[in-house]
């Protein structure tokens, strides 16, 4: 009798275990497909985040006996068998005369969320912690998301929160490798930026270098997930992330591990590949790159005609990417070096300096004296001159000269009335221009101040200040990104609306608001 009952102990714990990670397009074959190309939700994120009120093997059952009877109603069928998720900052109203810290410090509340309500048929990934997310439509851990939302919660004294956010990325690296672009089913085919590294070296601020010991199997788990392959690969080939350069240098891309449509976005990629030469596999793929890049959409990944259908994320080894990979070899040969590990300490410097020179050798561009994306097909520079650049100056990879460089194309071409622009292309894009981000703010204002550009980092820093203060005094509200060309009007473009809430965009001022001791310009 115990022997059985363990045995059904241990099956059921597979089957939920297995159900966690299927994602709704498996769970429901067909009835996906028929809710994401209708006009049941506006937004493909509703559905695959909706948390079914019964078994998917019921709700299945039920749909394909029903769904070809004439009274057979999609809307209904979907309303009485699945709860609709909402926003838990829909119904958060800002006292405005209270200020703006004070909405900041409430928002920290709005947006945390206990880690044991995930349901057992969910696309939410389980975390062992609470945590915090961004707000609006994303109701769920995204990953660079989380470093920026951290620069807040450090200025908050919220060290605790930083610290679970940072364990449940420790889980999700032991339990699937990487670390997931957010916790949910469909998003475990890639990773986003990797910023785990900045996180562990900003914890250690507070708690000492002893955090780079203690979560050095992390970090190396991490980078073998970027790197895996790369021992084998000869120059001009590649391997999911990594890529051999044909001067023999080790660099990486992003990259998908699926060649289908975003389940998120299903019908706007089913769409968007009627209007492309590339094979679907090939352009889905390209944009579930450019998805993995946060990074989505953007002409930094099209040809010159700026159009999505060019999408060629897979071909181009991004300088923003090759930057952060080069921290995180850093922050490795530092936790060997703290145990006196000299062997190994050597071995991830010698990486670190390689990926460098690398990063100086294809990114740089006299002509344009800017750090640009290399298309590793093309073998040259891409053309477009965006904001990922900041990221040499924020690790320290550009030379002084090149600083020097930089801050005046800072200066002149980039800094608009209300902050930086992302790039100098009206496409209609989210990630191009007249539209600023929190996160690429902040690491050119950081990266700025590495090379004694104090006055111009300054500028940028209160230029950012007044965009978000206008629009938080006129709505109430704090804005996933901003219009810094015409700055009377919303931000806009991409494949949803204007998203507020928000934690980047929350951690990034409170960080500036301090570090400049203003709270009104």
Known sequence: MRKAFLTFLLLFVFLFVYAQTLTPRQLYPGLFEAVQLSNIFPDNKVFVDAVPKRSPEEIMKDYDTQKNTPEFDLKQFIDANF???????????????KGIRKHIDTLWQVLYRRHDTVSK?????PLPHDFIVPG????????????????????????????????????LIDKYGFIPNGTRTYYLTRSQPPFFSLMLNLLAKEKGDSVLIKY??????????????????????????????????????YWDDSDKPREESFKKDVEAAKETQQMPA??????????????????????????????????????????????????????Y???????QYNIYLAKAQQRKKAIQKYSWSDATGWFMDYNWQQKHITP????????????????????AIMAQQLKIKFLKPGGLVTTFNRSGQQWDSPNAWA?????????????HQDGLAKSVAEAWIRTNIRVFDATGKLMEKYNVLDTEVKAGGGEYPLQDGFGWTNGVLLHLLNHYQVDQL
């Open 121 to 125: 048929y969910s696309s939410l990934l």
């Open 282 to 335: 090939d352009f889905y793929r390209n944009i579930r790159a450019a998805a993995e890049s946060g990074w989505d959409f953007s002409t930094r990944w099209f040809d010159t005609s700026g159009k999505l259908s060019t999408i060629q994320t897979t071909n181009i080894v991004p300088v923003d990417l090759n930057c952060l990979l080069y921290y995180l070899e850093l922050s490795i040969a530092r936790s």
């Open 384 to 403: 477009h001159q965006t904001l990922a650049g900041v990221f040499a100056l924020e690790f320290k990879i550009a030379s002084a000269k090149q600083a």
């Open 83 to 97: 709860l609709i998720p909402g926003t838990h900052n829909d119904v958060f109203k800002s006292d405005i005369s």
């Open 439 to 451: 996160p690429l703010q902040y690491m050119a204002i950081d990266g700025l101040k590495n090379y």
């Open 216 to 253: 050095q199997p992390q970090l190396i788990k991490e980078y073998k997930f970027w790197m895996e392959g790369s021992d084998k690969l000869k120059p001009g080939e590649v391997h999911r992330m990594a890529v051999r350069m044909s001067g023999g240098e080790l660099m990486n891309r």
């Open 136 to 171: 609006g439509r994303f109701r769920e851990t995204y990953y660079w998301d989380s470093y920026f939302t951290m620069l807040g919660l450090r200025e908050s004294h919220k060290i605790q929160v930083i610290e679970n956010m940072i364990d449940n990325f420790v889980y």
């Open 337 to 343: 070096q703290l145990q006196n590990n000299s062997k």
